[in-house]
């Protein structure tokens, strides 16, 4: 299983972008980066996913690098709403199902 | 929108009680799936299913059963709770294809006394 490493937290300015690192250097061929996040006391929200293009949508961005081993996450214009813990998980499969293996993740703080 | 409910969003148990958790999901996905969720261990599988009545073992299968006699609603059973089964418990379900995302549940967070 490819492992994730993600820094504990992180601080962004309202109204600014978010940049969210996580590394994967395990990752295999066929793995999806996916990301999540989990706003306090709540059920994790998906987010985005990608195999090895960059992909956008309308929460936010994430660019994979071109050897697959780190990738990005950007909120391009932080909210309040948007301080919660995001986690950054490569897809593991296992028997007839999807398992997501979730980290610690990272506690973004979003201020005024 | 997938929306996927579970039964409580509090309970407070008894050691030694049977505890039900149910979930349902209303967007006929096949797989379904619990999750216990503990500070700095992360999320962990308890069990899922991929059928209606079809089960499997996650990473942390003990203390635990389940049920799945229809599509939409899978069911985690506390046999016989113990204090150690204090957590917030995730049920998250996902239809079949390589890339699909799982959604979760609000939760439910179980206190056993």
């Known amino acids: 299983d490819a492992k994730t490493t993600q820094p504990p937290s992180m601080d962004c300015a309202e109204g600014r972008a978010a940049n969210l690192p996580c590394n994967h250097s395990?990752?295999?061929?066929?793995?999806?980066v996916y990301w999540y996040r989990q706003i306090h006391s709540q059920g994790p929200q998906y987010i985005i996913h990608g195999l090895k293009n960059n992909e956008t949508n309308e929460m936010a961005s994430l660019i994979i690098t071109e050897d697959r081993k780190s990738s990005t996450l950007i909120l391009p214009h932080a909210t309040l709403r948007d301080t919660a813990v995001y986690y950054c998980?490569?897809?593991?499969?296992?028997?007839?199902?999807?398992?997501?293996?979730f980290g610690t993740g990272t506690q973004l703080k979003v201020e005024l | 929108d997938v929306k996927v409910t579970q039964s409580s969003r509090y309970l407070v148990k008894r050691t030694g009680e049977k505890v039900f958790l149910e979930c349902v999901q209303d967007m006929d996905h096949e797989n379904m799936f619990w999750y216990r969720q503990d500070p700095g261990l992360g999320l962990r599988l308890i069990y899922f299913?991929?059928?209606?009545?079809?089960?499997e073992k996650g990473d942390i299968p003990e203390g635990y059963s389940v049920s799945r006699e229809k599509k939409e609603r899978f069911s985690l059973i506390l046999e016989s709770a113990s204090t150690n089964q204090t957590s917030m418990y995730l049920c998250?379900?996902?239809?079949?294809?390589?890339?699909?995302?799982?959604?979760f549940g609000p939760g439910t967070r179980l206190l056993v006394l």
């Open positions: 998980i490569v897809r593991v499969r296992t028997g007839g199902g999807n398992k997501l293996t």
């Open positions: 299913s991929y059928d209606v009545k079809m089960k």
């Open positions: 395990t990752i295999s061929g066929n793995e999806y």
């Open positions: 998250a379900s996902r239809p079949v294809g390589v890339e699909e995302t799982q959604y």
